[in-house]
């Protein structure tokens, strides 16, 4: 029988296990000014009522549905200036140690998304200690919060180096105009699984706490020590994703363009399909959705391929996630190098065949800058997306995504050697995207990287008892 490992949701910070579902979010960049009013304020945050100080929202707390709620997470060098001792330090993973800007091959981030060229609030990681973020129901309610956590101990507390906001866009929607925040693992005893289908088999808690049986049988990660400061933790790979939509717009329209006249349109989608969808749309329009499909593998309603290849909208009254690729080994439905099968194979079948189910990671996003207007394409501004990557083990969860699967296709010999086509570290001298078609395929190649990285930061996500022991020291 499997004995199932339930943390104590009251010392889990919330947003780890379960979303808020907030549609306005504040990430304030900061650093500790004055190290005794910050611990101060850590017991505080973490002590209950105290007035005028906004509490770190719990995974039990964030069931009550209050308009605010709060988070903290720390870089190595902000639990250095808090008094962590040089021994604890050394006890963290090297890779958070090191820091993310030092990972940057690793995960992709060359040419303009070095970190050289990130915002200049990212480029100094000595400054950047805390990012204490504050999600809300309304934007008002996020402005008084943060202030708030800015006047701590009298504005000594704290030195706000940047701020991020981030507003939810209609329908869960990202600027590419798909639907987002749909696949999540399902923790055990943590969700019902009926009320959301899904294929994929429940994740153990260990995969984003330390101290937890992981989805890697007998294998269960570090915890920085002492205990008290690294159980129930997280590590967040923060990142400021800007998006080039305008150009994104312009490759589905040129490959939309190019399928039409390859001869192979007809087997890709059925002459007049389009005329049955809600809404029905034009050829056109439909191949420039059906690119856009084939390159996430989900149409942007968030109807995946493999349910429905040819309709974005869902048949019967199957869920967004009950599916698998076991059915498409070659991906004639679902291409092989689309975006979401890269970063969550499934049950597909695989090279690293151990490892379909060992790398998920909870991610929260959330959309930053004005919608996009295709009437106003050079409005020069910025639009990307604030992610948060969670999980325990940054270098065997999020960044062997983003090396293994996302930049170099490792998992599958049909991929190899590419990227991903959305989110990859793509240039037009050698960028291609295959999508079979019965026994040819088109390859679609020559298109530039939609994404850029313009800031980040590896983040510890602390519990609400090693918040207390922080608030605690004594150095």
Known sequence: MTVRHIPDLADVQGNILRGYKKPHVRHLLLTVRDPAVARSWLLDATGGDVPHTPQVTT?????????TCLNIGLTHTGLERLGVAPAHLKSFPHEFIDGMSSRALKLGDTGLSHPRHWKPEWRDSAKLQLVV??????????????????????????????RLDGDALPGEQVHFGY??????PHFAGIRNPPRRP????????????????????????EVPQPKRLGFNGSFNAFRVLEQQVDEFEKFLTRSAQ?????????????????KTWSPPMSRPEA????????????WRTGVPLDLSPTSPNLPGCGGLNDFDYVTD????????????????????????????????????GMPYGPPYDPAHPDDG????????????????????????????GLQHPKITGTNDPVLGNNDPKFSSFTMPVGSSSIVLRGFPRFVRTVGGAYLFLPSIRALKYLGALHP
């Open 59 to 67: 995974e039990q707390a964030s069931r009550n549905k209050a308009s």
């Open 133 to 162: 973020s504050v999600y809300a129901d309304k934007p008002g309610q996020r402005d008084k919060t943060a202030e708030e956590v800015l006047g701590a101990g009298h504005g000594a507390a704290f030195a706000e180096l940047s």
């Open 179 to 184: 639907r987002d925040n749909i696949a999540q």
């Open 198 to 221: 899904d294929r994929q088999p429940l994740v153990e808690v260990g995969a984003v706490l330390l101290g937890h049986p992981t989805p890697v049988e007998d294998v269960r990660w």
């Open 258 to 274: 190019a399928i039409s006249k390859s001869g192979l349109a007809h087997k890709m989608l059925p002459p007049d399909v389009e």
């Open 287 to 298: 191949m420039r959705e059906l690119v856009a499909a084939k390159i996430l593998g989900r």
């Open 329 to 364: 080994p070659d991906g004639l439905r679902c291409p092989v190098g689309s975006h979401i099968r890269r970063c969550n194979p499934r049950a597909g079948r695989i090279v690293q065949r151990s490892t379909n189910h060992s790398r998920r990671i909870v991610r929260r």
């Open 381 to 408: 501004k910025e639009r990307g997306l604030l992610g948060a990557f969670i999980c325990a083990s940054l270098i065997a969860q999020f960044e062997a995504i983003q090396y293994d699967w996302m930049n170099l």
